[in-house]
């Protein structure tokens, strides 16, 4: 076959459609992170007696890390 057939060829077959659930997917990852990373923060907290201020550090870690997976994973989304 020449080259020139198999460019027609691969011209007339549909484009890759991406799944529907891609926005889902991405909002569970960024918030499994943040309760991940809550949650890890607050046991921390609870046992040095620092809730608040180790909870809200988890939450934030979280968030960056939950948005660093994201963009990571989808990065066209």
């Known amino acids: 076959m020449p080259a020139s057939s ?4 691969n011209a007339m077959t549909a ?9 889902a997917s991405a909002g569970l990852m960024l918030l ?4 991940l990373c809550g949650l890890i923060g607050g ?4 046992l040095t007696g ?6 809200a550090l988890g939450i934030f ?5 939950g948005v660093a997976a994201v963009r990571a ?5």
């Open 32 to 35: 499994a992170s943040l309760l």
């Open 6 to 9: 198999a460019i027609h060829a």
């Open 50 to 55: 620092a809730v608040g201020i180790f909870l």
């Open 15 to 23: 484009p890759e459609r991406k799944p529907l659930t891609r926005g």
């Open 61 to 65: 870690v979280g968030f960056v890390a």
């Open 73 to 77: 994973r989808f990065p066209d989304l």
């Open 43 to 46: 046991i921390v907290g609870a």
